[in-house]
């Protein structure tokens, strides 16, 4: 029972461009999510995230936006750089504190 | 300030052997998780600590996996025997304690150790 998905495996986007990463949830205790960014052989990192009570948080180039009726949420990043490749995923935070459900990651590329 | 810091990096063993790892978390944060990543997925919660207290363990699989935290700051997540399925990233988070609100969940996590079991 996957309760956070996100159905793109993998994002391919050019420089200066605007990156749109999605995520699905279906657990409607889930109120608050965030973002964690991962490289290769290194652990995941905080990005940003966001609560239920709002529907948009933004923190530099990074913006996430929740739509509760929806059951959905999207990072943009603007604008994307070749840095921001990496895998994304999604969590969500609600049914039990401190424990954090992840989504399966979404590979994003960035070219030059 | 230093991070989350596992070890072993890798770990290859033959099944049913024992292996075990090794977490310090980063200085004065209370609660500290161990995860399961398995390839294409994201991190699975094995078990979570407040200080030594374990307060989440019902994802751990309690007949061949256990957890202790002495003292509340290193902890070490032990399998044994390992099983081929048991080939994953583990990976050591720790977050500040549940009074800091919802801070808390930010949590910051090591490298991981990637064990293969052959």
């Known amino acids: 029972d996957q309760q956070v998905k996100q159905n793109s495996p993998s994002l391919s986007v050019q420089e200066g461009r605007i990156s749109i990463l999605n995520c699905d949830y279906t657990?409607?205790?889930?109120?608050?999510f965030l973002w964690y960014k991962k490289y290769p052989a290194e652990g995941p990192t905080f990005l940003i995230s966001?609560?239920?009570?709002?529907d948009k948080n933004e923190d530099g180039r990074f913006t996430v936006f929740l739509n509760k009726s929806a059951k959905h949420l999207s990072l943009h990043i603007v604008p994307s750089q070749p840095g921001d490749s990496a895998v994304y995923f999604c969590?969500?935070?609600?049914?039990?504190?401190?424990?954090?459900?992840f989504g399966q990651g979404t590979i994003l590329t960035v070219h030059p | 300030e230093a991070g989350v810091v596992q070890s072993p990096r890798y770990k290859i063993i033959e099944k049913k052997q024992p292996v075990a790892f090794w977490c310090n978390p980063i200085?004065?944060?209370?609660?500290l998780y161990w995860y399961r990543q398995n390839l294409g997925q994201g991190p699975e919660l094995l078990i979570r600590?407040?200080?030594?207290?374990?307060?989440?363990d019902s994802q751990l699989p309690k007949d061949r996996f256990s957890a202790e935290r002495l003292k509340g700051v290193d902890s070490t997540l032990k399998i044994q025997p390992a099983e081929l399925g048991d080939s994953a990233v583990y990976l050591c988070?720790?977050?500040?304690?549940?009074?800091?609100?919802?801070?808390?969940?930010?949590?910051?996590f090591g490298p991981g150790t990637r064990l293969t079991v052959l």
């Open positions: 988070a720790s977050s500040l304690g549940s009074t800091s609100g919802r801070a808390y969940n930010e949590q910051f």
């Open positions: 657990n409607s205790m889930f109120d608050y």
């Open positions: 966001i609560s239920s009570i709002k």
């Open positions: 969590a969500a935070d609600g049914t039990s504190y401190g424990k954090l459900t």
């Open positions: 200085s004065g944060h209370n609660t």
């Open positions: 600590y407040e200080n030594e207290e374990a307060v989440d």
